[in-house]
């Protein structure tokens, strides 16, 4: 679909197959050095992905997304409690390129910790 300005993208996606593909696209998302944990494998195994709809809308010119929105209804089983999840958000993407520096502060660098070396001491 399209306006004068936008391209419009839809995905409207629900049922086995689908939570079936989620989860295999979740499961390799990790990095190659990264091997996912027992917990969250778990988690990944305990989640059925019941419907998902998302609308991209990208700029005919630029081909920058200006915004989108998801609907996602899912269900999370951990241990013995089940958590029914619906979700529901609507994003506009603006100055895209438009900010010149991000600086981080002296302090943050100092007090940063290591990722790996942080997963390395569990």
Do not use: C, R
């Amino acid at each position: 679909m399209k306006t004068d300005d936008e391209y419009i993208l839809t995905l409207n996606a629900s049922g086995d197959k689908f939570s079936s593909l989620m989860k295999e696209l979740m499961g390799s998302a990790f990095p190659a050095d990264m091997a996912m944990t027992e917990e969250e494998a778990d988690l990944l195994n305990n989640m059925d992905l019941k419907s998902l709809d998302v609308t991209i809308y990208i700029d005919k010119e630029t081909f920058y997304t200006n915004a989108f929105d998801m609907n996602m209804d899912m269900t999370m089983k951990i241990e013995e409690e089940e958590m029914h999840i619906v979700q529901e958000m609507k994003s506009v993407i603006t100055k895209i390129n438009e900010i010149d520096e991000i600086v981080v502060p002296q302090e943050v660098i100092d007090s940063a910790v290591d990722l790996e070396e942080l997963m390395g001491q569990e």
